[in-house]
């Protein structure tokens, strides 16, 4: 093989491995692309999904009905959890306000009413 032969040889193998590394590139910001548009579809059905919980929870279709009394459930153990939470750090949130304040005082420390939620 001669030297202008493996220089071709070479000068081929290095267009090919440019086209490839081109390839790559315009895969990873397509993936990209198709990723953030993934998410952003995620987050309108999400929202899409609070929603119409928000405005047909108390009366939803009978197709939903089961996933509404879900959510319902989870809403009240998560606030359950969170008060738990926040008795255990010494906090509690201000039933006029909603800000956490101390245990410890009477009054909240935020809007200065005087019941606080225990």
Same mark, same amino acid.
């Given at each position: 093989?001669?030297?202008? $032969? !493996?220089?071709?040889? %070479?000068?081929? *193998?290095?267009?090919?491995?440019?086209?490839?590394? @081109?390839?790559?590139?315009?895969?990873?910001?397509?993936?990209?692309?198709?990723?953030?548009?993934?998410?952003?579809?995620?987050?309108?059905?999400?929202?899409?999904?609070?929603?119409?919980?928000?405005?047909?929870?108390?009366?939803?279709? $009978? !197709?939903?009905?089961? %996933?509404?009394? *879900?959510?319902?459930?989870?809403?009240?153990?998560v @606030?359950?959890?969170?008060?738990?939470?926040?008795?255990v750090?010494?906090?509690?949130?201000?039933?006029?306000?909603?800000?956490?304040?101390?245990?410890s005082?009477?009054?909240?420390?935020?809007?200065?009413?005087?019941?606080?939620?225990?």
């Amino acid at each position: 093989m001669s030297f202008k $032969e !493996i220089g071709e040889s %070479m000068s081929s *193998a290095f267009s090919t491995s440019l086209e490839k590394s @081109k390839q790559f590139v315009g895969l990873s910001k397509i993936g990209f692309k198709l990723s953030k548009e993934e998410e952003q579809l995620e987050q309108l059905y999400a929202n899409l999904g609070r929603l119409h919980y928000k405005v047909n929870g108390d009366q939803p279709d $009978e !197709i939903y009905a089961d %996933m509404f009394r *879900a959510i319902t459930g989870a809403e009240s153990q998560v @606030k359950f959890l969170q008060s738990e939470m926040n008795r255990v750090r010494g906090f509690r949130r201000c039933v006029f306000c909603g800000e956490e304040t101390e245990v410890s005082g009477t009054f909240c420390s935020y809007c200065g009413k005087e019941e606080l939620s225990k």
